[in-house]
Nanobody, 128 residues
């Protein structure tokens, strides 16, 4: 069993930055491909970014490409999302998630919507 505990988030003005963290426990994070999703009020859950188990590949939604950076530190069993140039439309609850790696660096990001493990969610609010 794997537990994901999130930290970070909060309220920031448009153009500002925030960093989200997600720490895994129970099993080493290096066994998992990991990602971030978000859900705004009244909207469906939306993919944000993904990272391969080794950190050698990342994948982003077009809406955040160039502004957000996903990274991980497997020595600390931690996942991060650095969010820069934030916009009001980035306002949402953000969730980290983990899925046992497919060990396919070309397609791993396609399967993360049905991740086995999810964090508790953290609110990000961007004011205009």
């Amino acid at each position: 069993q794997v537990q994901l505990v999130q930290s970070g988030g909060g309220l920031v003005q448009a153009g500002g930055s925030l960093r989200l963290s997600c720490t895994t426990s129970g099993r080493p994070s290096r066994s998992y491909d990991m990602c971030w999703f978000r859900q705004a009020p009244g909207k469906e859950r939306e993919f944000v970014a993904a990272i391969y188990w080794s950190g050698d590949a990342t994948y982003y939604a077009d809406s955040v490409k160039g502004r957000f950076t996903i990274s991980r530190d497997n020595t600390k069993n931690s996942l991060y999302l650095q969010m820069n140039s934030l916009k009001p439309e980035d306002t949402a609850v953000y969730y980290c998630a983990a899925k046992a790696s497919t060990y396919n660096i070309g397609t791993y990001y396609r399967y993360l919507a049905d991740s086995n493990y999810w964090g508790q969610g953290t609110q990000v609010t961007v004011s205009s």
